[in-house]
Nanobody
């Protein structure tokens, strides 16, 4: 598994949308599940969403399913997270992670390869 590079974060106002990308330059991207995690200031890292290697399975934490959409393009080796109707509580550093297997899981210990993160800040 190669390095992961996130992009697409930035400043947004409540109600706006952002799309995060996670690009992989090396390794068999299409063989492994992927996920997005986030960490808000003063809080622990939490799982946001995951997707299996073939996109057949996806999962979202809590009510994020109503506003977030995870997808992947195995040919381009890119993982996406489309975030709609952003709220101030979505402010966090967002990380993509590469699973040790092909499945979708939000257990952080399933992931050994992490990106450096991209900051998302939402103002009210």
């Amino acid at each position: 598994q190669g390095p992961l590079v996130e992009s697409g974060g930035g400043l947004a106002q409540a109600g706006e949308s952002l799309t995060l990308s996670c690009t992989v330059s090396e390794g068999r991207f299409d063989s492994y599940g992927m996920a997005w995690f986030r960490q808000a200031p003063g809080k622990g890292r939490e799982g946001v969403s995951c997707i299996s290697r073939n996109s057949y399975s996806t999962y979202y934490s809590g009510s994020l399913r109503d506003r977030f959409l995870i997808s992947r393009d195995n040919a381009k080796k890119i993982l996406y997270l489309q975030m709609n109707n952003l709220q101030p509580e979505d402010t966090a550093m967002y990380y993509c992670a590469w699973s040790s297997d092909e499945y979708c899981s939000l257990r952080a210990d399933n992931y050994k390869n992490w990106g450096q993160g991209t900051q998302v800040t939402v103002s009210s």
